[in-house]
Every structure is written in structure tokens, then in C-alpha cells.
């Protein structure tokens, strides 16, 4: 059962505000807004106002992921407070000697939660693809631990489970509670519905594995394993 081809958009982007994340915890808040020390007020507004656009949380309001929101919420504090700092002269003078005196603020210790969050997911996710299913599982728990409002997180969890030992009716049960707990976070994920869908199919149980499967393609019309599976529960039926 391939899952490699399972991202979908959300992921994506998800991967793409934690790389910008990552990358601007390491920045002053000159290079946080793109500008160079000289930069005047008006610069600082005309960089803060086209990064807001980009970032603004309102953006991703209707994600279904909480990472993707919690993230942009970050990237856009971030972007902000350099705003602030930079466009207040009292407040940029006593920056910049900061910075001449190597002093660092410390921008939140919350997306640094985040993107250790990311990381352990996606260690666990190539560890699933190298079929090192009690690593993985691992990985996903400490990646719950540090951020647990993740729904494809509790997903993975479950289906590392499963793999681990899919005939141990208890591990199998287990398993279905994180899948479900996924699907309470977040009911657009067609992971957790395709996951349940291969737990079922494997336990004989065609009937439930089918609607499982319709619901990951509801979520998401290019589930490619879900059409796949859908196909071939057609022709056994024929």
C-alpha cells in the first residue's frame, strides 16, 4: 500500500511555511522584512505591508490544517514585531545596539515547537516508506507530543501502529482511535479516511472499506489510492 503520492496541497504548504519559519528564526528583523540597516520608515512599512499580504493568517483561515495556521500566525508575529521595532524610532535605536552588541532576541519559543513538530513527522514519514514501522510510530508520537492539535500527525501515528502488527486485535483497535482522532481535528483529511479504509479491507470488511475509501475521494478528488482501491473492490464484486 503506497502512500508516497498522498501530500496533497495542505502538506505542501505546511512544508513551505515551516521552511520560511525556520528560516526567519535565524534572521534579524532587517532581513525579516527584506531591508538593509539604512532602511528608512517608509521602507519598513511598503516591505511590513507586501509580507503581511503574503502571510496574513486570514489567508489560511479556512485551512484544514491547524500547523498551516498556527504557522502563518507565526510567520505573520514575526513579520510584525520587526515592524514594530523598526518602525519606532526609540524602539529601532535601542535594537540596533543590540544587534552591535551580538545580543539576539528570542523570537518564540512556539514555532521552534512547531518546526521540531514537522521535523519528527517527517522523519517518521521516510521512516514508514523504509518499513520501519515502530521507528516511525515513535517519530509521530514525539511529533504529538510537541504539537498535538495536528490531525495528519494522529493519522500517521495510527497507521504506523497498524503496520506494526495488524493482526493483534487490540494494536488494530488502538490503531482506529488515532485515525479517529485525526478525523476529529480534521475531517478534510483523506489520509485518515483512506488509512481506515486499508484497515478495513484487511480485515475482511469490504463493505466499510468502500465507504471509507468514497470519503478520502470526498475530501480529496485526486486520492489516487482511494479511485485505485475503489476500482478493485468494483471488479470483486462483479
Known sequence: MDTKGLSGEESVMRERLAAKAAAMRKLDYFEILGLPTTANREDVKRSYFQLAKEYHPDKHFGSASAEVRQLAQQIYDLIS????????????ERYVKE????????????????????????????????REYAGAWRHFQDAIALY?????????????????????TGNVEQATQNIEKAITLNPRLDKAYLFLGYIHK???????????????IQSNPDCTEALRELRLLGRSKR
Open 81 to 92: 514585531t520587526a515592524h514594530d521595532t523598526l518602525a519606532d524610532p526609540i524602539e529601532r
Open 202 to 216: 484487511a480485515a475482511g470488511r469490504p463493505d466499510k472499506a468502500e465507504k471509507q475509501f468514497e470519503k478520502a
Open 99 to 130: 544587534l552591535a552588541q551580538g545580543v539576539k532576541r528570542d523570537i518564540g519559543d512556539e514555532v521552534g515547537k512547531i518546526l521540531a513538530a514537522e521535523g519528527k513527522f517527517q522523519r517518521g514519514e521516510e521512516l514508514m516508506r523504509q
Open 148 to 168: 498535538a492539535d495536528e490531525g495528519e500527525f494522529h493519522a500517521w501515528l495510527g497507521w504506523a501502529r497498524f503496520q506494526m502488527d495488524p493482526k493483534d
